[in-house]
C-alpha cells in the first residue's frame, strides 16, 4: 500500500532512489484546524521542488513537518537514499532572515556549527568560504542591524548551508524582499544550487519564482491543504535574466498560473 | 522661485537649518536648563531662610550644609560607605538570586507557575512591615540589612530577566532546535544574550531599590543603635536639632542614587550600543 502511494508520488521526480517521501501525511491542529491531509510526495536527491499555493494551503505546515519541527497527525514521512542521516542535517532559511542580533554575521553563520561543537578557528575556513559564496566576504564583523534586508537574507542562506546539509528547505525566503533584490537572489540561490545540487524545498506563493527556479513545481489547494497537482520544469540549466524574457518561461507561467488557478477554484467548489 | 527652494548657506534649506539650529539648542539646554533650575532652587531656599530669619537648626542656609559636608566629612563619607557597601552587596545578591530563579523558572513552567507568585508577595508587602520579623529572626546586623536591600532590589531584575529569558523569537528557538541544541546552549547562546536588554533596565532599577532598602533598612533597625550607615547619620542628626548634618547627609544619599543610576545606564548602553534599538542614536 505504503509503495504504492510513493511510487505514485514519485512519479514525477527526477531520480529513482528519492530522498524522502510523505506517505498520506496529516495534521490537524488541537484547535481542530486541518492543515494538510493525504499529502503523497516524493523528493529526489538533488531536486529543487516549489511548493506553491495560496495562503492556508499548508506549505509552510509541510516545511516544518519535513524539517520534524513538527509531527503528522497521520501518515509518515520517510528518509531514504544515500542522505539517510536526514534529519539531523536541515538547512532551514525562514521568511524572515532570523538572525541574532547580537552576533556578528560571522558568529551567525558559525552557528550550526558552533552548535555541533566545531571551534572558531576549526570553522572559520568554512564560515569565511560560505560568505565568499554568498557574496558577503568583508561583513564577518558587521552586526545584523548593519545590513540591508537582502543581505540579512544572504547571512541565512550562508548560516543553513554551512553545514552542507541533504536537505535545504526555505519558508518563503524572499518574500519580504523588493523585486529587484528578489531576482538578484534568485539567481544568487541558483547559482550556488547548480554548483552543488543539494535538494531544496523551497516554499512561495509567486508563480513567476517557482518558475525561473525549480525543477519541479508542486501546486497545493487549501482547505484542507493538499497537493493539487505537480509540474515538471524542464527548462534546462543555468538559467539566467534571458531566461526570465524567454517565451519559454512566459509559456511555463501560464501554464502553472492556470493550474493555481485550478487550484483556488477547487476551494471556492469545495466550500459551497 | 519660492522662499523654501531658494539655496541657503552651505546648501541647505531653511528647514534644514531650522533643524540643525533646534538641535545644537537642545544639545546645550539638556544640560543648562537643569542647573539653572537648580540654581535658582537653592538661591531661593537661600534668601527664604534670610528674608524669614529661620534659624539654623530648623532650616540651615545652602552655605551652611556644603560646611558641614566639609567639617563633617570625616564622619559622613565613613557613613556613606557602610551604606554603600549594603547598597553594592544587596544588588549583587539580587542580581545572582533574579537571574538564577529567572533561569530556573525558564527551564520548567512548572517551577514558574509555582513559586513567583511567592516572589509577588515578597514585592508588594512593604519591607517596613516585614522589618521587624527580621529583626527577630536574624542576629547578625549587616545581615538584617543585606536581606532588606536583597528584597526590595531583586524583583525587578527577576520579572524583567523572566520576560527578556521567554521573550525569544519563536524561530531561532525553532534554528536551535534544528541544530539539536542541549538545553545548556540554547540558554547560553540564545536565551541570556535576548535577555540582555531586558535584565539591564531591571539593573537600573534595581539600582536605586538597593539604596532605598539599605537606607530604609538602617532606619528601622537604627532605632536599636547599633548600625553607622547615613541613615542612622541622619536619625542622630534629627535628635540632635543638627539640621546642616542632616541636610548633608540627605544630599550625600541622593548624589549616590543618581551616581548609581548614571553608572548602571552607562553600562547598559556599552552593552547594547552595537545591536539593541534602546542604546541606538535617534536619526532625523
Known amino acids: ?272 | 522661485m519660492t522662499v523654501a527652494d531658494r539655496p541657503l548657506r552651505g546648501g541647505l534649506d531653511a528647514e534644514e537649518a531650522r533643524r540643525i539650529r533646534a538641535q545644537r539648542i537642545e544639545r546645550v539646554g539638556r544640560w543648562l536648563f537643569p542647573l539653572l533650575i537648580m540654581a535658582a532652587a537653592i538661591w531661593l531656599w537661600d534668601r527664604i531662610c534670610v528674608w524669614n530669619e529661620i534659624p539654623h537648626y530648623i532650616l540651615p542656609r545652602p552655605y551652611l550644609v556644603v560646611q558641614t559636608l566639609w567639617t563633617d566629612a570625616a564622619l559622613l563619607f565613613g557613613s556613606l560607605l557602610t551604606t554603600l557597601r549594603i547598597t553594592f552587596l544587596g544588588l549583587l545578591l539580587a542580581v545572582v538570586g533574579g537571574v538564577g530563579l529567572a533561569v530556573l523558572f525558564t527551564q520548567s513552567k512548572w517551577v514558574e507557575m509555582s513559586f513567583f507568585p511567592f516572589a509577588v508577595v515578597l514585592q508588594v508587602t512593604p519591607i517596613v512591615a516585614i522589618f521587624p520579623l527580621i529583626n527577630i529572626y536574624v542576629g547578625n546586623q549587616t545581615a538584617k540589612l543585606l536581606l532588606c536591600a536583597w528584597i526590595v532590589a531583586f524583583f525587578p531584575i527577576l520579572s524583567n530577566t523572566t520576560l527578556g529569558l521567554n521573550s525569544v523569537d519563536r524561530n531561532l528557538i525553532d534554528l536551535f532546535k534544528l541544530n539539536r541544541a542541549s538545553r545548556w546552549q540554547q540558554l547560553w547562546h540564545l536565551r541570556l544574550p535576548a535577555a540582555m536588554p531586558y535584565f539591564l533596565g531591571g539593573l537600573k532599577i534595581a539600582g536605586g531599590l538597593s539604596l532605598i532598602g539599605a537606607v530604609v533598612a538602617e532606619f528601622v533597625a537604627g532605632a536599636s543603635g547599633q548600625s553607622s550607615g547615613l541613615a542612622s547619620r541622619i536619625i542622630e542628626a534629627g535628635y540632635r536639632l543638627n539640621a546642616p548634618r542632616l541636610f548633608a547627609a540627605l544630599i550625600l544619599i541622593s548624589v549616590t542614587g543618581i551616581l548609581i543610576f548614571l553608572v548602571l545606564s552607562l553600562v547598559s548602553h556599552l552593552a547594547l550600543r552595537r545591536w539593541h534599538e534602546s542604546a541606538l542614536k535617534q536619526e532625523g
Open chain 1, 1 to 272: 500500500m505504503l509503495q504504492t502511494a510513493a511510487s505514485q508520488a514519485s512519479g514525477t521526480g527526477r531520480g529513482d532512489d528519492p530522498l524522502l517521501v510523505l506517505h498520506s501525511v496529516g495534521k490537524t491542529f488541537s484547535t481542530g484546524v486541518t492543515a494538510l491531509s493525504g499529502v503523497n510526495l516524493a523528493i529526489g536527491e538533488g531536486d529543487f521542488v516549489s511548493l506553491l499555493g495560496p495562503s492556508g494551503c499548508g506549505k509552510s505546515t509541510a516545511l516544518r513537518l519535513i524539517a520534524g519541527l513538527a509531527t503528522p497527525t497521520a501518515g509518515h514521512i520517510a528518509w531514504q537514499g544515500a542522505g539517510f542521516s536526514g534529519r539531523s542535517n536541515v538547512g532551514f532559511v525562514f521568511q524572515e532572515p532570523t538572525l541574532m542580533p547580537w552576533s556578528s554575521v560571522f558568529d551567525n553563520v558559525w552557528l550550526p556549527l558552533r552548535l555541533r561543537g566545531v571551534s572558531r578557528e576549526k570553522a572559520a575556513p568554512a564560515v569565511r568560504q560560505m560568505l565568499d559564496r554568498v557574496h558577503l566576504s568583508g561583513f564577518e564583523r558587521a552586526v545584523p542591524r548593519e545590513l540591508s534586508g537582502g543581505m540579512k537574507m544572504r547571512v541565512s542562506i550562508a548560516r543553513a548551508l554551512v553545514t552542507k546539509p541533504s536537505l535545504l528547505l526555505m519558508d518563503e525566503p524572499f518574500a519580504a524582499l523588493d523585486e529587484i533584490t528578489r531576482f538578484k537572489l534568485n539567481a544568487d540561490l541558483l547559482e550556488l544550487w547548480e554548483q552543488e545540487r543539494f535538494t531544496t524545498i523551497f516554499v512561495t506563493h509567486s508563480v513567476f519564482e517557482s518558475v525561473f527556479l525549480s525543477t519541479r513545481i508542486v501546486v497545493m489547494a487549501a482547505r484542507p491543504g493538499r497537493v493539487f497537482d505537480e509540474i515538471a520544469v524542464d527548462a534546462p540549466f543555468p538559467r539566467d535574466e534571458a531566461f526570465r524574457t524567454s517565451p519559454e518561461y512566459a509559456a511555463l507561467c501560464r501554464r502553472v498560473s492556470g493550474v493555481l488557478a485550478a487550484a483556488m477554484e477547487g476551494v471556492a467548489h469545495d466550500g459551497r
